[in-house]
Nanobody, 116 residues
Framework: QVQLVESGGGLVQAGGSLRLSCAAS????????MGWYRQAPGKQRELVAR???????NYAESVKGRFTISGDNAKNTVYLQMNSLKPEDTAVYYC??????????WGQGTQVTVSS
């Protein structure tokens, strides 16, 4: 069983930055994509950013230009650099590792709170 360990969440003022990290507990082969999702209270979980094994990225419109996703397949680690944070970015952030076409591993979630 693979576990994903997230770190880097916390409380920050609006305009500040945080860097989230997510590492797998063991080596994983055939990673096809890594990503970050978030879920705010009372809202559905939504995609924040995703990176494919080939390095292609896509972002939610609300974070474009502020967030950057990067991954290290050799270390089975994915990062999310978040700059110019806004109160509306407050949510629990979850990382995702996709293996092949159908297998997803989720992190336990890390809280990000942005104060105004």
């Amino acid at each position: 069983q693979v576990q994903l360990v997230e770190s880097g969440g916390g409380l920050v003022q609006a305009g500040g930055s945080l860097r989230l990290s997510c590492a797998a507990s063991r080596s994983i082969f055939s990673i096809t994509a890594m990503g970050w999702y978030r879920q705010a209270p009372g809202k559905q979980r939504e995609l924040v950013a995703r990176i494919s094994s080939g390095g292609n990225t896509n972002y939610a419109e609300s974070v474009k230009g502020r967030f950057t996703i990067s991954g290290d397949n050799a270390k089975n680690t994915v990062y999310l650099q978040m700059n110019s944070l806004k109160p509306e970015d407050t949510a629990v952030y979850y990382c995702l590792l996709r293996v092949g076409a159908l297998t997803n591993y989720w992190g336990q979630g890390t809280q990000v709170t942005v104060s105004s």
